[in-house]
């Protein structure tokens, strides 16, 4: 468990950003995945003052706060409407109900994990990230940068009628994913996500929705690592099925055959 000199509950972005450019400092989340470490924090920023766990929605776009919870996503009405099952599928599967109701999106997207559900999710929909030093960067280009000290405030989504589906496989009920992958169509056009590899998710985009060989195509050039819960090479063949189901799902709407 972690533990920290100094608590502050901040009063505006700026000063979390300011509070936080010291090495020795930490934006707090659910605190889910920090408790498994033992550091011993000088100044931990919380953010649960700032109005940031809120799922709001214009014509255009969905802004999601970053200490909206794993079970907001999971349960929210405007997400359902949006994008169908996709964020109860993304999320169903981490740990628990409880545990869900702890561990926010921006812990979960700022850690960028490997084998993360939230990320190959969110790369299936047309998302950029709200930071409070760099401002607004797409997601995709986000997921290749170095870690940083800047703050992550929101997620935005676009909503332009993308239809998207997520499929994970795992070896028990609530455990990390061995794979995961979304695919998602907008105007006849399709993104392929395969995450947990178990590096950071890759994706393609095809002009339509991918054949069998240019899906295999892809598959065959994306590199797939072992590790205690599966090898390589039956990583590989999973995302061959896994792809297909979730291909099969977003051409049920009449928009994506
Ligand atoms: C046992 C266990 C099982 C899990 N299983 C899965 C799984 O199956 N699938 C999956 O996708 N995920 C899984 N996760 C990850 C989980 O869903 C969360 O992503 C994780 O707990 C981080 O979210 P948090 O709110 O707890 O962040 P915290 O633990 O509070 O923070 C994590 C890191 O992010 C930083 N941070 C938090 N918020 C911000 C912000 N707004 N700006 C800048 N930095 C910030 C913190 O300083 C810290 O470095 C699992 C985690 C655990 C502990």
């Known amino acids: ?49 700032l109005g940031l766990d809120t799922i709001e929605e214009t014509p255009e776009e969905i802004v999601l706060g970053a200490m909206v919870t794993l079970r907001q996503l999971e349960t929210s009405p405007v997400l359902a409407a ?33 084998f993360s559900d939230i990320i ?9 990230v709200e930071l409070v ?11 290749q940068m170095p870690y940083d000290r800047d703050v992550l405030a929101r997620v935005i989504l676009k909503k332009n009628g993308r239809r998207a589906w997520y499929e994970s496989f795992r070896n028990t009920e609530t455990d990390l994913p061995v794979l995961n992958c979304a695919v998602s169509c907008l105007n006849g056009s399709a993104r392929v996500v395969v995450g947990a590899r178990p590096a950071r998710a890759v994706m393609q985009e095809f002009g339509q929705m991918p054949s069998e060989q240019r899906l295999q195509e892809m598959l ?7 590790n205690m819960r599966a090898g390589a090479e039956y ?22 055959r």
């Open 82 to 114: 949006a994008f169908g099952p996709l964020f109860a599928r993304m999320t169903e599967h981490i740990v628990g109900v409880q545990f869900r109701n702890c561990a926010t999106l921006g812990g979960s997207v700022v850690s960028r994990f490997g």
């Open 120 to 128: 190959t999710g969110l790369l299936a929909l047309d998302c950029e």
């Open 133 to 143: 030093q760099k401002g607004r960067v797409s997601l995709a280009d986000y997921v």
């Open 1 to 49: 468990m972690f533990s920290a000199q100094q608590y502050v509950k901040a009063t505006s972005l700026q000063q979390a950003l300011e509070l936080n450019q010291k090495r020795s400092s930490a934006i707090l989340g659910g605190g889910c995945w920090m408790r498994l470490g033992k550091k011993n924090y000088a100044t931990l920023i919380d953010l649960s003052g």
């Open 235 to 256: 990583r590989r063949q999973l995302a061959g099925v896994l792809c297909r189901r979730a291909i099969e799902q977003v051409k049920g709407d009449a928009e994506c």
């Open 220 to 226: 065959d050039k994306t590199e797939f690592g072992s």
